[in-house]
């Protein structure tokens, strides 16, 4: 069995307590696929150690040489990108085709970052006063805890970390439990891209263990965040009690709206693929559909004979097209959830049930499942499955739509089908949501656009594209003075308006020290 390490300060070590935790095959439960460190605080105090060790020479290494080493990352995890996919596919679940997708995003990432080594703009502006500059120029935050979901493991931790990166941050990560394999393959290209030994560190470990201690400790100095809503508040609320930067992108309850001029073949489409594509385990999944009365019933017919048409299978074979759930807690909350529904009223139209047996061994198997008969208030239609679920509503018009789809606390994506150029761009200013698509399932987001939520499903910053630049540097605010002498903004005003000055008084055109300090009693 294979023994996996930390990464602290260039050096792989088990943690300091000995302890270990299994990785799992979430296909076939009976596989282990490797022990790691379960890491504690005293793990994550060294980890942060050496971050902060190792981040005074990397954030004066100027930001285009930076982004070198991201490119050099990117090319390797290019050269490894099918061995990188398998890795993914045996601990996460996910078809290999699949994991190739995540790696793919998180290169693809890697040369958007290289690229922003060299676009790390401050800005200059016009003073207020003659003879002075005025521009802001940006700087790292300091040390970076990244902590991250296990359904997009290389993914999210390029897009998390390279940012951080190519803006100068040391980096500490926790691996998300379920996934901490791909962590240790990122780690050593990091390595082997020439990343200087502390910039990037690893700990593996639980979140109310070693993830916890990281949000508490006082020498990270921000936090990015990719989980639930509930851990986000948590998080948050840990944060804010020391007054660390927190970027947390949380879950969603994501709709596609289908009108009655929409193309339904392509709805269809887009819904079977955003709600049961990776089982459902996309933050950006499609949870709910709103139909127009017109065509719900056309529109369920084709649904549901392209839901009878999924295959569900293991991550080894890339013809499935659902495949397992990632762990059993995980399995056993999305059949309470059908559970729940069904007894509250709700009609099961298909799925609802674990697969097992057969070829589906111990896998964490639950067939595609679309529940209608369920009304706006019911914990169905409310709250995030993260599963192969999906709720169906009927509108009676695109009013009635936007009012349901908006009746969430959660907010991630949205999605419109239509063929009304009008209604279309509508619904970018009616959808509360962070991210919107016409004609499209309520995922795809590329590196180079912000990404990110409203209400509960987001807090602090977008992540990705330029948004991400921003979100990993302090911005600092700088003048020079050229003028030989001491002015001061405040009086510019004042010194332009000598007829509200008191009768006798002497005024200057330029403000001079006197005008800037007392020396009398004002009485
Ligand atoms: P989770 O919140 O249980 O865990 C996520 C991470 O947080 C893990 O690494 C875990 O170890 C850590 N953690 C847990 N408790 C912690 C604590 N008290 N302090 C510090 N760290 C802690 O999430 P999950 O259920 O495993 O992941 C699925 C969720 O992630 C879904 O809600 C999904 O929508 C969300 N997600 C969001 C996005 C996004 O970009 N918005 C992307 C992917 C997944």
């Keep these: 069995m294979t023994e996996f390490a930390n990464l602290i300060g260039g050096n792989w070590v088990g943690a300091s307590s000995g302890a270990t935790f299994e990785n799992i095959n979430p296909s076939d439960t009976g596989e282990v696929l490797g022990i790691f460190p379960r890491s504690r605080a005293e793990d ?41 996919a398998r890795v993914i596919s045996r601990e996460n679940g996910k078809t290999v085709k699949g994991a190739l997708g995540d790696v793919q995003s998180g290169i693809d990432m890697a040369y958007y970052a290289a690229e922003e080594g060299r676009r790390w703009f401050g800005k200059t502006a016009h003073s207020g006063l003659r003879k002075r500059f005025a521009m802001t120029k940006r700087y790292p935050v300091g040390v970076v805890g990244v902590i991250t979901s296990w359904n997009f493991p290389m993914a999210i931790t390029c897009w998390k970390t390279f940012p951080a990166l190519v803006c100068g941050n040391a980096v500490v990560l926790k691996s998300e439990e379920n996934t901490p394999e791909t962590a240790v393959h ?55 009690a020391r007054l660390a930067k927190a970027s947390l992108e949380l879950g969603g309850k994501n709709a596609v709206l289908v009108m009655d001029d929409a193309d ?47 295959r569900v299978g293991p991550g080894s074979d890339d013809s499935s097209d659902i495949t397992p759930l990632i762990s059993e807690r995980q399995m056993n909350r999305v ?40 009304t706006p208030d019911m914990e169905i239609a409310r709250e995030e499955v993260f599963g192969p679920v999906l709720v169906l509503f009927r509108a009676a018009s695109y009013e009635d739509a936007i009012g349901m789809l908006n009746d969430s606390t959660l907010a991630l994506s949205a999605s419109l089908f239509t063929r009304d150029v009008n209604r279309a761009f509508s619904f970018f200013d009616d959808a509360e949501a962070g991210v919107c698509y016409i004609n499209a399932p309520t ?27 921003e979100a ?52």
Aim: glycine share 14%; with cysteine; charged share 20%.
């Design 44 to 84: 994550v105090d060294s980890a942060v150690g050496a971050a902060r060790a190792a981040l005074a020479a990397w954030k004066s290494v100027p930001p285009p040489e930076r982004g070198k080493i991201l490119r050099a990352a990117g090319r390797i995890m290019e050269a490894k990108k099918e061995e990188l």
């Design 264 to 310: 339904l073949d392509l709805a269809a489409d887009g819904v079977v693929c955003g709600a049961f594509s990776i089982s459902g385990q996309r933050c950006t999944a499609t949870s709910r559909v709103i139909v127009h009365e017109a065509v719900y019933d056309a529109f369920l017919e084709k649904l549901l004979s392209r839901t009878s048409g999924q």
């Design 186 to 240: 990122f780690a050593r290209i990091m390595e082997e891209a020439g990343l200087p030994p502390g910039v990037l560190n690893l700990v593996h470990g639980f979140g109310a263990e070693a993830g916890d201690a990281l949000v508490r400790h006082p020498g990270v100095d921000m936090i990015s965040f990719t989980g639930s809503s509930a851990t986000g508040r948590i998080i948050g609320a840990n944060c804010a």
């Design 443 to 469: 995922f795809g987001s590329e590196p180079h656009m912000p990404f990110g939520g409203v209400k509960q499903s987001g807090l602090g910053y977008r992540e990705a594209g330029w948004a991400a630049i």
């Design 335 to 374: 059949l309470g959830y059908v559970e729940r529904a069904k007894a509250g009223g709700a009609r099961i139209l298909c799925g609802g049930e674990r697969l097992s047996g057969g070829a589906y061994g111990r896998g964490y198997y639950v067939a595609p499942t679309i529940i209608e008969n369920v």
């Design 472 to 523: 990993f540097s302090e911005v600092k605010t700088l003048y020079v003075d050229y003028s030989a002498r001491i002015q001061n903004v405040q009086f510019v005003e004042e010194a332009k308006l000598p007829p509200a000055l008191p009768r006798g008084r002497k005024i200057e055109l330029e403000n001079s020290p006197r005008l800037c300090h007392g020396g009398g009693r004002l009485s």
